[in-house]
């Protein structure tokens, strides 16, 4: 298959959306400030001592040209160490929430985020894309040779829900490349159909290797995970009543608002959705829209480049065979066999911890009194849109050679 494709939109044949190569491991030496930000001591120390507050204020307020000497990599890493640094300087331990984040942090963030086509905050790609790196290059992606860079809390939790994510996105790139192949397989005049078999059972192969990875997160503590490391994914949206100032960026009365870190920044699970013609539907199809601009711009330009290009065309093209609808459901089934045991997931980590009594509350964690456990990081209706999400998959199922399948949603 021509990979012209995926050079243009920086997704990678063998890791999909996560780079092809490591993370930057340290920036320039004339950028040690910045590096001190996540070190002496570890990052998630002077979060929950507030020492990040005072390392933040005293950084240089550089001017953009400062940081033009960095290369991708390099500037990756340092809009994951700013987007960490800011989540922990806003929400520092929960008992002071700030609303300003100054100028030395505020104008890199807007600076890189504009370089790299991203927001300036954190994101799933500061979080999972180029956070995480191989421990031994010579193995693959898999949940024990996986190291994550930064955390909030320093927890092993923290690391597995990075670890798992990231591990999801590789085991789906086989499925990309399989579908892009199909895809352009179907384009020809006399497609062949035994490739074709071949590209569905190598995609259905690593449909079914995500969703064992996904299981992989039930090892988290919930308590851990609700209470402790989900207020720092919060954004500026919907948590802080009038977002957060930009200093040294925007005028005085400027406030920005944008939903904080999560998953549903995935291009993997949106580019899959295209591909199988899976078309979400209120509450979160408009959410979902939204979470492109927090992708890398090039990722959502892929996703585009898709939609205009694919939509519906493998859907079509597989109803004229009987094997290959069948192949193309086994696909869908496994699609929505994921995000059941996602939905299982959310509840276990989310709906029911907001029950529990006696906690700190803060960002993204509050008690269900405060409407905690009722909405996700976009303030979705988060049961409601995963549930959703889920039906549309399954609605995605080919039926009886008739058309779209009609299956009644779970209870
Ligand atoms: C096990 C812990 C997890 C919990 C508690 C959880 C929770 C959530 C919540 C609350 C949402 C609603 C979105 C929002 O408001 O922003 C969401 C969406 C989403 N999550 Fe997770 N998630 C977990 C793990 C994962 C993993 C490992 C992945 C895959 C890498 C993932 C992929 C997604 C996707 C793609 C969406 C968008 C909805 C969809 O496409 O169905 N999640 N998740």
Not at 41 to 52: F, K
Not at 190 to 196: E, K, R
């Amino acid at each position: 298959m021509d990979s012209f494709l995926y050079n243009e939109y920086e997704v990678a044949r063998e890791t999909a959306f996560v780079p092809p190569y490591p993370p930057a491991t340290f920036l320039p030496p004339q950028f040690q400030n910045f590096e001190d930000l996540v070190s002496n001591p570890p990052l998630h120390e002077a979060i929950s001592s507030l020492e990040i507050r005072n390392k933040v204020d005293k950084l240089p307020d550089c001017p953009p040209e400062f940081f033009n000497v960095l290369s991708l990599v390099e500037k990756r890493r340092l809009m994951v160490i700013l987007a960490f640094a800011a989540h922990g300087y806003i929400w520092g331990n929960g008992d002071q929430i700030l609303d300003r984040l100054p100028p030395q942090v505020a104008k890199p963030l807007d600076f890189l985020s504009k370089e790299l086509g991203t927001v300036p905050l954190g994101s799933y790609a500061t979080t999972v894309l180029w956070n995480s790196r191989l421990k031994d290059p010579n193995v693959g992606w898999s949940l024990d040779n996986v190291s994550v860079d930064l955390t909030f809390t320093g927890t092993k939790d923290e690391s597995l829900f990075y670890t798992v994510s990231v591990c999801v996105e590789v085991a789906g790139a086989e499925a990309l490349w399989s579908l892009q192949c199909i895809l352009l397989e179907i384009s020809k005049d006399s497609p062949c159909l035994d490739l074709i078999r071949e590209h569905f059972a190598k995609a259905h192969r690593s449909l079914e290797h995500m969703l064992s990875i996904l299981k992989q997160a039930d090892k988290m503590n919930s308590e851990l995970f609700y209470w402790k490391i989900r207020p720092y994914f919060a954004g500026w949206r919907n948590v802080l009543p009038d977002g957060v100032h930009y200093a040294g960026v925007d005028d005085a009365s400027t406030r920005r608002s944008y939903v904080g870190i999560s998953a549903a920044q995935s291009s993997l699970f949106q580019a899959l959705d295209v591909i199988f013609d899976i078309s979400h539907e209120e509450p979160g199809a408009t959410y979902l829209h939204k979470m492109l601009s927090y992708m890398p711009l090039s990722h959502a330009r892929f996703i585009s480049h898709m939609k205009t290009q694919a939509a519906g065309h493998l859907k079509n093209f597989v109803r004229g065979y009987d094997d290959l609808t069948e192949m193309f459901n086994r696909c869908v089934r496994c699609r929505a066999e994921f995000r059941a045991v996602h939905l299982r997931q959310a509840q276990k980590y989310v709906v029911k911890e907001a029950f529990r009594e006696g906690k700190c509350a803060f960002g993204l964690a509050k008690p269900v009194a405060a409407g905690g456990g009722i909405h996700g990081a976009g303030a979705t209706p988060l049961r409601l849109f995963l549930k959703s999400t889920l039906l549309t998959t399954k609605e995605a199922k080919i039926t009886g050679g008739t058309g779209i399948g009609h299956v009644k949603p779970e209870q």
